[in-house]
């Protein structure tokens, strides 16, 4: 039997009903085809899909293509040359496989902080998919610890926790209703009777022998890979690539099982199959994406998953990309122009061979904008960006004037700033897009994103969006940490705050003898000054922590480390001892006001001697976050404006960047490439002014102004090389007005009209013509 016969057999044992364990006998021959996203189930997925087979419920279809070539069009899941691709289930296939397979398991660190959640043991480190017996009905009084957590639950494996030590936080019987998923399918009931007489499992001993006593759980269990609860088809070899695309876009058009940006992408694929190579390269300079030797071939999981867009992930690749595809196919800027779905393989076909143009231009410029937000504004990390739709403009800036990136990036990152803070709509983040591609010139552009008319209006929006903020993930407060970690702000005092052990802990963990300054490797995070245990009391809270309160004020927030914050090494839910904190240091964490400083001290001891009983504490609070609020928005103001200043010596160098050529469908502006740029810019205001432009066959270009119902006036002919510039002159009373302007410029008289040509190739030239130029627009108003 030949490779191609031995494909097709292993291939039609998957045809029609089958079931898991089928597919994963499988698993090795089949690949991931480049259109596809990457692995992005989260583990409550996973769990659905457990439960599902666990009942018997059908779980949709598994589609493949079996083309001659598989390994071609995808990347491999096995060790060995792949037969097929799976078009759609790959999500269902790969997360199975991690479930039943232990050498796929994940494992993560977890440390929890005093403002994080503290329930969560999914990513704990020896984590495990596990049966839940809280969650059936036959043993859920005998193990209630179990009854909030779902079916299936991945959890720390509750072989390896000593009986009185809590797990993640939870009460102990929350690990007792466990049951090792992988561990016990691979015993039979003898083998597993036979290993519960061993101390190491003690742990499971009554969730395991409850699970054996009860023969229809049992069953369940021990059928949960055998059941044929997928529908397998797979496609004609014959078909296409881009046909097949079509099915995949296809299949997943309705709901949001595939989102729109990886269908833009799987459009983009199949008319640049090396799209992936860019989108490596990108992820690789930014470091988000794995890219040390010896990893496992499927790094496009960290390429394709739903990143968020402020982390600079995927989605925002194809966004910016689309803009740049609108903008070179010469569409006006809309919400239609800028949707993914305008990726679509008519607008790709036409891009054809520029594609690898503007995949590496895109690359380049998000990277770009990525650098600015970094080292200019100080947000190293992207957690703390707010969003990124406020970046639309500076995108579309940076598309028409990619120049402005060697000349301005001063300026780029205060108009980064006052975005931000302007926090504008949609519909005004596009107008600002159309009026950018109106800009004749790079200065021109950065007075269109003058979002403010003066830096008093700025410090007004500043003010009002300090004094508003009371959530965690308000924009001022993530600009916050822009702000600290440009006045320098360390972590506090680990001797006053911590114990011996935890001061050691702390210091080999950041590989520092001193506080170290706030930066993306301390993965810092919010810390409520006031600990929330003390705000729950004073606010008469109960239950889950609010969304947008007064205790979470930005003047009751800084920034420290995740060691810092952590119950484990840190502080937890203990109060800072802002009282021995070295002055330079509060300082920078703007918390040297003599005033905020009592009344956070008054707060913290409330209730003890002859302080305030924390009912009299709120207006305390009330006053110190006002205190404090002011500090930071004066801090934001000057620093608002000093960015803007220190960027104006910027500006006479942007006067001299101009648009880039619109690669897909020229625009009229590109036909003025040749011309000297004072010339251009010119000519560009009188297309723009109402002369309509039209380009000849020998590829003259000519500038034609008709009043409305009237005969041409006017026309002005161009040349490629930009070397010359000619005038007819039909109307009579122009003609004459025009020769008495320019008594020295030679007029010849052709037929009913009266003409002439200036050369352009000379800074003479070039002067003369700018001012007949001028003359003409003034003369149309």
Known sequence: MDTGEASNARVAVLDGKTSTESVLQAYSQFAIPHFQRGLVWDTGSVAALLESLFYGTPCGSIILWSPADAAEHGVWLGPTRPTSLIVDGQQRIRSLRRVFSESESDEADSDEG?????????????????????????????????????????????????????????????????????????????????????????????????????????????????????????????????????????????????????????NLVGEWPDAEVELRRFFGALEHGRTHPGVDALVRDGLLQRQKENQFGFKLFMRSFVMALAYHSCRNIGAGSLSFDSANPESLRLAGSHLAELLKSNSEMLGYVESVVRDELHCDDLRFLPETASLWPVFQLLIRFPGLRQVAKLSVASIILRLMIANLEKRELLSLCRRLNEAHDGLQALKTLEIFESHLEAGKRIHAGVTNAQALTDRFVLMLYWLLRKRGALDFSYERNLTPAKVVALRKRYGTNAEPELHEALEAERQHLVPYRHLKEIFGLDGARPGRHAVNDIGNLTFISAGLNSFRTGVGDEPLNLKDEPKENLERHLLDDPDVLADYRRICEAGQGSEPAPRQTEKLYSRMCKNRRAQIAVAMVAREAELRSRAEAERPHAADVHPARHLIKPAPEDHLAGYAPELAKRLARLVQGGMRMNVRKAEAIALRHKPPRGKQLLRIDLAPDGAQIGFKLANHGFADAFARSFPAIKVDEKKNSKRCKLATDDPAGCARAAEVLDWVANAFG
Request: some cysteine; overall charge neutral; proline content about 4%.
């Open 114 to 266: 005093g403002d994080e959640d503290a329930d969560a043991d999914s990513g704990a480190p020896g984590a495990v998919w596990c049966l839940n017996l809280g969650r059936l009905s036959q043993f859920q009084e005998q193990f209630a610890g179990g009854r909030r957590f779902g079916l299936f639950r991945r959890a720390r494996d509750p072989r390896t926790i000593v009986s009185d030590k809590p797990l993640c936080g939870a009460p102990r019987d929350d690990a007792a209703a466990l049951v090792p998923l992988i561990w016990f399918l691979s015993l039979d009931d003898g083998a597993v009777k036979a290993a519960l007489s061993s101390p190491e499992h003690a742990a499971i001993r009554d969730a395991t022998s409850a699970l054996l006593s009860n023969e229809d759980v049992n069953t369940r269990l021990r059928n949960i890979t055998k059941q044929r609860v997928f529908s397998v088809t797979t496609l004609n070899a014959s078909q296409s690539y881009q046909e097949v695309i079509a099915v995949y876009n296809r299949i997943n058009s309705s709901g949001r099982r595939v989102e729109a940006e990886e269908k833009a992408y799987a």
